[in-house]
């Protein structure tokens, strides 16, 4: 070829694309950004963080940004908490990525009630790491409506709020509505690698195309969509969980209890039910959400939960049956308690029940949970409070004690004893009793119990 020739080609070509780079330098942001959602399509409303800051919905929050954002108030029983901890699963899965190449922002729909110090606390209930934010209500309406996500009926009341999610990536403009019963490796999944490079789809793209490996049942498919966010079944509470680990749940809380409670948590938290007023306090004030369960989903639920009970821990929650030979299966022990003070009262042969009472004290760092009282010496132990109901004092039994980390017991005429029943010998005032307290997940642990005169 001619070198003249060859030489102007090659400067047009360069010129051409001086051109075009020109161009794109002087088109506006958004053009180059190759999406028709960006700043015209998203207001740049003030929002204002749980800090206190002030930020701008476009610039600070969604810019160039893989997101998730959910509409949420703090006040709301049911569907955000669900949400929030699903979110903290998702949040765990996807570790340093977030605030870094992801971000997740919680909307407070209820901005008279959660002021950014209502919302810090809230976040730091749930052991959240990202943004949660308040606003005015105009405002915050305007970024629903244009995320999709805004319902009129919101408007006639906080309760049949939207439950959807949303993720988005700002830069691309692929964004897509998320419910809060996704799996949360699947929305990990999603946020993580989906959204980022939409052109190496990861092979699970939806929950419904996960591999089915054997048959699910109604109540494992609640258990894992409604339930596994907040709760695990492995016999202890792992490091970070919300509510408590729920193997053996079925057999150390009456039916009717747990059917109640599955179906209306917030309604026994409202009447001063007192063993959920115990689990409140002792998980973080952290109520337990009303996930609209009919009868026969609670049913399904439990079911689940026993049958993996009976596969996971057959030996450690059935320890007082007998095994094949009639050997009873002996127990752990373990000190979970400090006992400062254990007697019982001495009472005349021809007495039914006679009274004990212990002082009891958790040196622990969690909380521990006494089952059970027993002893070779009576038939029955059962530990009795005094309550006023309904203005009346009444004694009612107390099935489970919960004593939180740090906390000491201490039993007294007029407030709790223990009521040992079914003496099957005459003790006189001096003698020792062993006594065995009984822990949930199948631990115990032997004291002696002083029998004194009063
Ligand atoms: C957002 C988190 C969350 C979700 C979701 C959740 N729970 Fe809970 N759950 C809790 C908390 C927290 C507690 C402790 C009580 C409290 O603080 O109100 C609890 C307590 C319980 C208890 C009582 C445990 C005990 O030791 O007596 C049971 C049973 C229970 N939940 C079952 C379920 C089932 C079944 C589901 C699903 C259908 C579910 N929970 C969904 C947070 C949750």
């Known amino acids: 070829m001619e070198p003249m020739r060859f030489f102007f080609r090659r400067v047009s070509a360069l010129a051409a694309l001086l051109l075009l780079l020109l161009a794109l330098w002087l088109a506006p942001r958004d053009a180059r950004s190759a999406t028709p959602w960006g700043r015209d399509y998203f207001p740049n409303v003030p929002l204002v963080d749980h800090d206190g800051r002030e930020v701008r919905f476009f610039d600070d929050l969604i810019e160039g940004k893989v997101v998730a954002i959910n509409f949420i108030y703090t006040g709301c029983p049911d569907t955000c908490p669900l949400e929030t901890a699903q979110l903290v699963r998702v949040q765990e899965l996807l570790g340093d990525r977030l605030g870094q190449d992801v971000h997740f922002y919680s909307i407070t729909l209820d901005p008279d009630r959660d002021t950014p110090k209502v919302l810090k606390e809230y976040r730091e209930k749930f052991g959240a790491r990202w943004t949660f934010l308040t606003g005015d209500l105009e405002d915050i309406w305007l970024l629903q409506k244009k995320l999709g996500l805004f319902l009129e009926e919101i408007r006639d009341g906080l309760n049949n709020h939207n439950v959807n999610m949303i993720i988005g990536n700002q830069k691309t403009g692929r964004w897509m509505k998320r419910s809060p019963h996704e799996n949360p490796y699947v929305l990990a999944d999603q946020i993580g690698t989906w959204l980022d490079g939409w052109k190496r789809p990861s092979e699970l793209n939806t929950y419904g195309e996960a591999p089915e490996l054997r048959d699910v049942s109604r109540g494992e498919q609640l258990f894992r969509t409604r339930c596994a966010v907040c709760h695990t079944m492995q016999g202890r509470d792992p490091e970070r969980a919300l509510g408590p680990d729920l193997l053996g749940v079925t057999l150390r809380r009456e039916r009717q209890w747990l059917l109640e409670w599955l179906r209306a948590p917030d309604e026994m938290l409202a009447r001063k039910d007192p063993i959920a007023m115990a689990l409140f306090e002792q998980y973080n004030r952290l109520p337990m959400p009303n996930l609209r369960l009919n009868r026969q989903e609670a049913l399904d639920v439990l079911q689940h939960i026993a049958e993996e009970t009976d596969r996971l821990a057959p030996v450690a929650f059935k320890n007082t049956d007998a095994d094949e030979a009639g050997n009873r299966q002996p127990l752990p022990e373990e000190e979970l308690l400090v006992v400062d003070r254990a007697e019982i009262q001495a009472a005349h042969t021809a007495a039914k029940a006679q009274t004990g009472y212990l002082t009891l004290r958790n040196p622990g760092d969690r909380p521990v949970v006494l089952a059970g009282v ?30 939180a980390p740090g906390r000491r017991i201490e039993m007294r005429p007029g407030s709790m004893q223990l009521i040992c029943r079914e003496r099957r010998e005459a003790i006189p005032a001096g003698q020792k009793i062993p006594l065995t307290l009984q822990f949930e997940r199948g631990l115990q642990q032997t004291t002696v119990a002083e029998v004194v005169r009063r």
């Open 374 to 403: 027993i002893s070779e010496a009576f038939g029955e132990i059962q530990i009795h409070e005094l309550r006023r109901l309904e203005g009346r004092m009444r004694r009612h039994e107390v099935e489970t004690l919960v004593i």
